[in-house]
C-alpha cells in the first residue's frame, strides 16, 4: 500500500475517534494493522483506552512502540494509559519521552503534568504547562493544572489569578468549583467546605472531591461525616495521595462499616499510611478489642515490638500475612483498615477528649539507658527532645517544616540538654547548631527510621518534646509525655484542628499557632516563654 493510501486510512482512523465511533476506529485500525502493524497496533491501543480496557491498551500500545520508538500516537497514549491503571511512575517515564519527542504537544503535556501532580513534582508540571496557557481560549484542564501546581507550590496569588479565570470560562465545571476548595481548604476552610458540596451538586458521587472533603471536615470537627467521607481515600480513583493499601490486600475482602464484622470470626486489622498516622488511629483499638477481641493486628515490622509490649494479648504480625486472609471466609471476616475504625469510636471531639489515654509503652530497660546516658555525660538537669522537620509529601513537608535557622530563642537557654530527635538527612542542620551551641546532643548510631523501639525509648527518655508535627508528636502523644506542638501558618493535619492549644486527642499535648501576623521571631520567642518556662515550674 502506498504511503498517501496509508495516510488517508489514518486519517479516517483520527475522525472515527474524533467522533467516539470505536467500532469504526478498530475496523480501520485492523486495515492499517496489515501494512504498517505499529500503526496499526497503536490505533487499537486508543481504542482500548477509551473504551476502559486499560490492560490491553497497555499491551498494544507497549507493543507499538517497541516496534517503532517513533510511534507518537502510541507513546503520547501510555501516559494515560498508565494514570488509569495507577501506575504514575510509568506515566511519569513516558511522560519524559513523550514531552522530549512532541514538547509542543498540548495533550501530551496535559497528561504529563498530570502524572508529575500524582507524583507531587509541582515545579516540574508547571514548566510544563504554563506555555500551554492561552488568556483568551483557556483550556479547562491546563488551568485546573497551573491552579493545582500554584496551590502546592504556595504561590497564593498566582492560584488565584488562575482561579479567577477558571471561574469566568468554566465556573460552572465540577472540576473548577473542586479546585476552588481546595484552594480554600487551607486559608477558609469554612467556605471551602461550602463550594465541596457546591462541586457535589454537579457530580454526587465524585470519589477524589468526597475525599478532599472528608480532610476540610475533620479540619473542622465535622468527625461524622467526615469519617463516612474518610473512607473514600482508600478507592483506586483518588490515587497515591489517599490511603492505599499494600498491593498484597488485592483480593481480600475490605471491611469499612464495623456493623458487618462477625465478634465471632477473626478479623485483621490492618496499619495503614504514615508511621504517625497509625499510631493516632490505634487509639481507639482498646475500645475496638473489646467489641471485636478475635482480632489479629498487621503492622509495619518496625512497629512491632511497640505494639507487642503495648497490647500483650493482641497477635501482631507483618504485613506479608496479608495474602493469607482470604483464605478461610467461614473462619475470617476479612481485614479492616484502622483509619475506618474511627467512624464508629471518634464520631464527636467529645469522643476524643473523654478517651484520652496512654496507650503506647515504650522499652523500659532502654529508656533507662539513654536517660542515664545523657544525664551523665551532660550533667544536665534536663532533656528536651526537639525535631523541625516532618512530612512524606512535598507540600506537607513545606507545610510542616519550621527551618532550624529560626529556633534561636530556644537553643539559647544553656540550662537545658536538647536531643535531637529529627530522622532523615541532617548533616547541614548538625554542622549548623554544632557552630553556635554546646547544649545540643546527636545520638550516633541509632538509625531513628529502622529502629523505631529505640527511637521511641530516646523520646520518652525526654523530660519534654519540642516538635513541629512529625510522626514523633504521635508517638510522644500517645506514651503520655509532655510535648509542645509547633504549627506553621500555612495549614496543619487536621488533628490538630483551627484553634485551641491542646490536643483533643492526646493526654498532654500543648499546641502553639504561628498566625500569618506573626513573624518568626515572634513566633519563636513566644514558644520559648511558654514551653522552657513551664518546663522551668514543672
Known sequence: MKQNELLKLAAEADEALKNNQLDKA??????????????GLAYKGVVSLRKEEFDLAEELLLESFQLNAKQHLALANLIPTYIKKRDFKKAVAFGELAYAAMPKNQSVCI???????QEQSYSKALEILKPHLDLEKPNVSVLSGLISCYRSLFMKSEADEMLLIAEKH???????????????????????????????????????TRWNMSLVQLRLGEFKDGWVNYDNGLLPEVGKIGRPLPKLFEGAKCITNMDDIDPEKWTYAVCE?????????????????????????IAEKRFRPILQRSFPDLPVHPYGSGPFLSANSEAVNGYVPIGS????????????????QVYLSPDQSKLAKFREILLKKTGASRIIGFSWKGGYWERAQKTKTLDIELWDPIFKDQSTIFVSLQYGEVSKEKEYLASKYKNIRWIDGLDFKKDLD?????????DEIISVSTALVHFAGAAGRSVHLLLSDRGAPFIWGLEGDRSIAYPDIKIHRKLVTHSNEEFFEGVAQKALVEVSSS
Open 341 to 356: 475504625f474511627q467512624k464508629k469510636y471518634r464520631s464527636s471531639k467529645e469522643d476524643f477528649i473523654k478517651n484520652r
Open 170 to 208: 468554566f465556573g460552572d465545571k465540577h472540576e473548577i468549583i473542586r479546585l476552588k476548595a481546595d484552594t480554600l481548604a487551607e486559608r477558609s476552610p469554612v467556605e471551602a467546605l461550602k463550594s465541596f458540596k457546591a462541586a457535589l451538586e454537579k457530580d454526587p458521587n465524585n470519589i477524589a
Open 273 to 297: 499510611q504514615g508511621i504517625g498516622d497509625q499510631v493516632l488511629f490505634l487509639g481507639v483499638l482498646r475500645q475496638f478489642l473489646r467489641d471485636y477481641p478475635k482480632t489479629v493486628l
Open 111 to 117: 497528561n504529563f503534568a498530570a502524572a508529575l501532580l
Open 454 to 462: 529505640g527511637w521511641f525509648a530516646l523520646m520518652c527518655a525526654c
Open 26 to 39: 478498530l475496523e480501520v485500525a485492523e486495515t492499517i494493522a496489515r501494512y504498517n502493524r505499529s500503526a
